[in-house]
């Protein structure tokens, strides 16, 4: 079993609901707090939890990966196209994890699909909000698939979008949405991005 992503609560105090903007200096720094109440503290947590995120997927730690969400959660795939234009239509989406679950299961037990080796580059994080309990980011990344003769190749490029909720000793994904920079996929979607 992977250890927890995080073990400290968020650094802000319930009542301090803050965007992005907020915690940032008329220079545009970073304010850094006393206290360890400051944005370092959440953007850390942020990056252990997406450095878990792809490294239980390209090590095929499927239930694992699981794991990092809350029972209550989204998870989605769409084209950026769609979500310019306000569309919801998305190549992917599971409402709760109970439905990623099944997902998983399929995956593992009735899914055919072509074998390969998944590989995610995700760039560093960007924080977009700070509310109670919970933190918004993005992030950019990159999925590449190697076959069983070796080939390597671009599969997916993107941007994570989502919110991290802090639960009673860790943060959890309370949302995912990933958008995909083009809407053709040149295989089929059987693994997570």
Same mark, same amino acid.
């Given at each position: ?7 400290? +609560?968020?650094?802000?105090? +319930? ?38 995120? #792809?490294?239980?997927?390209?090590? *095929? ?5 699981? #794991? ?17 234009? #306000? ?62 003769? #070796? ?10 979008? *989502? ?22 996929? +040149?295989?089929?979607?059987?693994? +997570?991005?």
């Amino acid at each position: 079993r992977h250890p927890p992503v995080c073990h400290r +609560p968020l650094s802000r105090p +319930p009542a301090a609901d803050r965007t992005y903007a907020e915690d940032r200096g008329s220079d545009g720094a970073a304010r850094h707090r006393a206290g360890g109440c400051g944005a370092v503290s959440d953007y850390i947590a942020v990056l252990a939890l997406l450095a878990e995120y #792809g490294g239980r997927l390209d090590a *095929g730690a499927y239930d694992d990966w699981l #794991g990092l969400f809350a029972a209550e959660c989204l998870y989605s795939v769409m084209p950026r196209e769609n979500d310019a234009q #306000g569309l919801p239509i998305a190549l992917i989406s599971c409402t709760k994890r109970a439905a990623l679950e099944d997902r998983i299961l399929a995956l593992q037990q009735a899914n055919k699909y072509n074998i390969h080796t998944d590989r995610h580059l995700i760039g560093l994080p960007r924080v977009t909000g700070i509310a109670s309990g919970s933190v918004a980011y993005e992030a950019s990344f990159t999925v590449h698939q190697t076959d069983q003769e #070796g080939d390597t190749r671009l599969f997916a490029t993107g941007l994570y979008r *989502g919110r991290l909720l802090q639960t009673e000793h860790t943060l959890k994904i309370a949302a995912v949405t990933v958008l995909l920079d083009t809407f053709a996929v +040149p295989s089929l979607l059987a693994t +997570p991005l």
